[in-house]
């Protein structure tokens, strides 16, 4: 049972996060249901290739236990916090949020779920988002408790599945993608990452995983697909180096590829903003 001041507490917050996320026009979530395959990096690539196409956009870490954004992005620093209100880092022209930028290095996130989803609600609500076309969250592998909550409080437009093309991963993607139409997320789609690789000393195709399962996943399941990402070993490196490939190198495959994606999304969501405010 609540007591009369929690619950006049969740009315501050929530009214907060309503006003925040109603100056965001589009919200992305980017879901996987195992994790390492490839979330963060599809959250970065795409955050900045919507950037690059001069949308006002933010990435969310919402990965409180991995926060792994920061490390892809060479951000190093604390976040301020000015008025009560937490001031998102600006790199490379993009509004980043991440608990690791409120953590020493190494330091572990040991809370339990509540504790987790109230830093994500104060990352929707309690941040100067300020006006913004997009917002990509990345989430944690799987189907949690803050998953679950953040979902219901940010009112996604649309679910990026992530997923591998090997069987493990497609039978979990299928879970997650069960989970974002269970939460009535308008917009499902898959996008199939580590799609084959091209070798770079002979520039061979090798099938390291297999390739066109998550496009078929996709169909059996009556979501979009976005398209496919090949293994890039030097986008690997500089992801490491906290350098997104979009931006690194722009002509490389999986680049390509990424702008390819985002132009799906962009007519995908158009589609829908024109749909909306024709009715
Ligand atoms: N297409 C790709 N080509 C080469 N390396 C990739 C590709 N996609 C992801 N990786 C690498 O695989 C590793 C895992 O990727 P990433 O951290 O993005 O996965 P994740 O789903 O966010 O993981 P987690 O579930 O732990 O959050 C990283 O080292 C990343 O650089
Ligand atoms: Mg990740």
Not at 13 to 22: D, L, M, R
Not at 36 to 43: F, L, N, P
Not at 129 to 157: F, H, R
Not at 172 to 183: E, H, L, T
């Amino acid at each position: 049972m609540l007591t009369d001041e929690q619950k006049e507490q969740i009315e501050i917050e929530n009214k907060a996060i309503s006003k925040n996320i109603h100056n965001i026009r589009h919200r992305i979530l980017v879901f996987s249901g195992k994790g390492g395959v490839g979330k963060t990096t599809v959250s970065v690539n795409l955050a900045y290739g919507l950037r690059i196409k001069g949308y006002r956009t933010g990435l969310l870490d919402a990965d409180v236990t991995g926060p792994d954004v920061p490390k892809m992005l060479g951000l190093t620093g604390e976040m301020h916090v000015h008025e009560r209100r937490i001031v998102p880092h600006i790199c490379h022209d993009l509004k980043v949020v991440s608990i690791a930028s409120l953590l020493q290095p190494d330091q572990p996130v040991i809370w339990r779920g509540p504790m987790r989803s109230k830093v994500l609600h104060q990352f929707l609500g309690d941040v100067e988002w300020g006006k913004l076309d997009y917002l990509v969250a990345d989430l944690p592998p799987g189907t949690g408790d803050e998953i679950i909550s953040l979902t219901q409080k940010m009112e996604p437009d649309l679910a990026i599945i992530v997923t591998t093309p090997q069987e493990i991963s497609l039978i979990d993607s299928a879970r997650a993608i069960n989970m974002a139409r269970k939460m009535n997320v308008p917009r499902i789609a898959v996008i199939e990452n580590m799609s084959g690789l091209i070798c770079p000393v002979c520039a061979t195709h090798i099938d390291l995983f297999g390739t066109g399962g998550g496009e078929k996943q996709a169909e059996l399941m009556g979501v979009s697909f976005l398209g496919r990402l090949p293994i890039d070993i030097e986008a690997r490196k500089m992801a490491d180096n906290g350098k997104p490939v979009i931006l690194e190198n722009i002509n490389s495959d999986i680049s390509v590829a990424l702008a390819s994606i985002v132009d799906n999304i962009e007519e995908m969501l158009n589609e829908r903003h024109q749909s909306t405010t024709k009715q």
